[in-house]
């Protein structure tokens, strides 16, 4: 049974940093693109980022320049280092992988996974003004 688990949300102040991880554990972990989501309440669910095999990232324009995703594949764990923190980037985040190889493709390109996809249960991101 494949796991992701989230962890390094908290509150933050506007122009702040945060680290987010995720662990993956039984992930045939280098081998496929992870990625990176976000949901505020109302809004629909967003991709932030991806990562492939490669390293090769992707990144929404809303966080293009002050996100960074990466990759420990010795730990298997994928991060998310937030820069410059906005409100609006108050929101659940989410790390999620394709289950099938056949997703990999929008999962790097266009940071999308179907509903379907391994998710974690997420963690929270709250920035104040």
């Known amino acids: 049974q494949v796991q992701l688990e989230e962890s390094g949300g908290g509150s933050v102040q506007a122009g702040g940093s945060l680290q987010l991880s995720c662990a993956a554990s039984n992930y045939y972990y280098s081998t496929w693109c992870m990625a990176w989501f976000r949901q505020a309440p109302g809004k629909e669910r967003e991709g932030i980022a991806s990562i492939d095999n490669d390293g090769d990232t992707n990144y929404a324009d809303s966080v293009k320049g002050r996100f960074t995703i990466s990759r420990d594949d010795a730990k298997n764990i994928m991060y998310l280092q937030m820069n410059s923190v906005k409100p609006e980037d108050s929101a659940m985040y989410y790390c999620?992988?394709?289950?099938?190889?056949?997703?990999?493709?929008?999962?790097?390109?266009?940071?999308?996974?179907?509903?379907?996809?391994?998710w974690g249960s997420g963690t929270q991101v709250t920035v104040s003004s």
């Open positions: 999620a992988a394709p289950v099938y190889y056949s997703d990999y493709a929008k999962c790097r390109s266009e940071i999308k996974v179907p509903n379907s996809a391994y």
